[in-house]
């Protein structure tokens, strides 16, 4: 059995061509980009970390969890965005009251991976490090905060650098980010936001109203042999709560390849390019993702349906998963309800729907709903476009 592997990268997106921008955090925490929407610009990027830790706050040390914090990856050329190297703050909350800005850490200790600008009192100006820095790509440097534009430039994932969009990544409205974890380490919820100037303390930043919330990366673990399936699990955040925790809408896309999986090629513009391979398999699920209220006995998380049994042909199984906000209803516990949707292909045959109403979570667990077998899922239940992983397993 060959060691498996995951494999994230960028996936693409096409932005509005009309009207305001909207959020998106494209890509794994790997490697993201982020258009700004806050209507102003911004001068910095918060990446706030669950549940890891980096005592001494250097990445890639014996007891950091952290292995990179981009662009660290490229040595002497931090210029490839316009902050340069982020900073790495500890914190811990499980004693310690959490700061109002970060409220919904209480109870964890984590990490703030932080791209800032710092306030020149003297020229009275926010400046980023690399901000100046004229390129090959450009006379125009990057300026000192992230823009805010309305119609912004169109990410194909990994994008929104230099090294992505050249000449217009000063003008994009949008920037480029990421961490690594080391082996064997297992993030908690990860949270974005923007920062801005605050205006009641000059020359200091403060967060900018959430960006987004990505659940973890799913995880991929195969035990070997031809009839072992490759289990892919997809969890929600961890939940303290007396109530439910966020939904999320998931449309969950699986190819399956006769070829190892290549990196540069997971990306969402390149997944044509896959299915175009002879004897490429693909499948679609839908599904909603939602913790339970602390301290209730079912874990509902998403890890039945990606039981896969992969033919023995086929060495490479790609998933990506794309998260939207939950915009369906909620009872008073805050929990999923669906709207008019199939359960069984027994219930689609004779017509018969959940009704609209019930909850989405099926026998003590949410339900899937696989458009391969004609089920069908009302996707007004999808909200607010969230972000994306994109993971590849190699299992032979």
């Known amino acids: 059995m060959r060691r498996l592997q995951s494999l994230c990268a960028g996936v693409s997106v096409l932005m509005l061509l009309n ?64 902050y340069g190297l982020p900073s790495i703050t500890n914190y811990d909350f499980t004693t310690a009251t959490a700061d109002p800005a970060h409220s919904y850490d209480q109870g964890h200790k984590g990490v703030l991976v932080t791209y800032a600008a710092t306030w ?15 390129t090959a790509y450009s006379a125009t440097p990057a300026g000192n905060g992230t823009p ?30 990421g961490v690594s974890f080391a082996s064997g380490v297992s993030p908690g919820r990860i949270t974005y936001h923007w920062k801005v100037p605050d205006p009641s303390a000059p020359g200091t930043l403060t967060n900018w109203t959430l960006e987004a919330s990505v ?24 939940n303290e709560g007396p109530t439910w925790g966020p939904a ?19 990306q969402k513009v390149n997944l044509k390019k896959a299915l175009a391979v002879p ?19 079912v874990e509902v998380e998403k890890d039945d349906v990606e039981n896969n049994v992969v033919p023995a042909a086929y060495v490479q199984a790609t998933k990506q ?34 009704a609209s109403g019930d909850s989405c979570h099926v026998g003590g667990s949410f339900y899937t ?6 089920l069908v899922f009302v996707k007004t239940n999808a909200g607010k476009y969230i972000g994306a992983h994109l993971n590849a397993a190699q299992i032979r």
């Open 369 to 374: 709903l696989d458009v391969n077998d004609n």
């Open 321 to 354: 998963y794309e998260y939207w906000s939950f915009a369906g209803p909620l009872d008073d516990t805050g929990q999923a309800l669906c709207n008019d949707a199939y359960k069984t292909v027994a219930d689609y045959n004779a017509g018969h729907p959940i």
């Open 120 to 134: 020149d009192a003297t020229a009275k100006a926010w400046k980023a490090s690399q901000g100046a820095v004229v």
């Open 148 to 177: 805010y534009n309305a119609k912004p430039s169109l990410t194909a994932g990994d994008s929104c650098w230099w090294y992505g969009l050249g000449a217009i990544y000063p003008k994009s409205g949008c920037d480029h980010f």
């Open 279 to 297: 004897g490429t398999k693909k499948y679609i699920t839908y599904s909603v993702l939602q913790r339970p209220p602390a301290g209730a006995v």
């Open 19 to 82: 009207g305001a921008a909207h959020a998106q955090v494209i890509g794994t925490y790997d490697n993201f980009d982020c258009f700004n929407d806050t209507g102003q610009e911004t001068e910095g990027f918060e990446i706030d970390i669950e549940d890891v830790s980096c005592p001494d706050s250097t990445e890639g040390s014996p007891t950091c969890n952290l292995t990179r914090v981009f662009p660290s990856n490229f040595g002497s050329t931090p210029w490839v965005i316009r």
């Open 215 to 238: 659940p973890p990366s799913p995880t991929f673990t195969y035990a070997g042999g031809a009839a072992a399936p490759v289990v892919a699990k997809a969890e929600a955040p961890e």
């Open 248 to 266: 999320y809408f998931i449309k969950t896309t699986t190819i399956y390849q006769k070829q190892a999986p290549v990196l540069a090629n997971l």
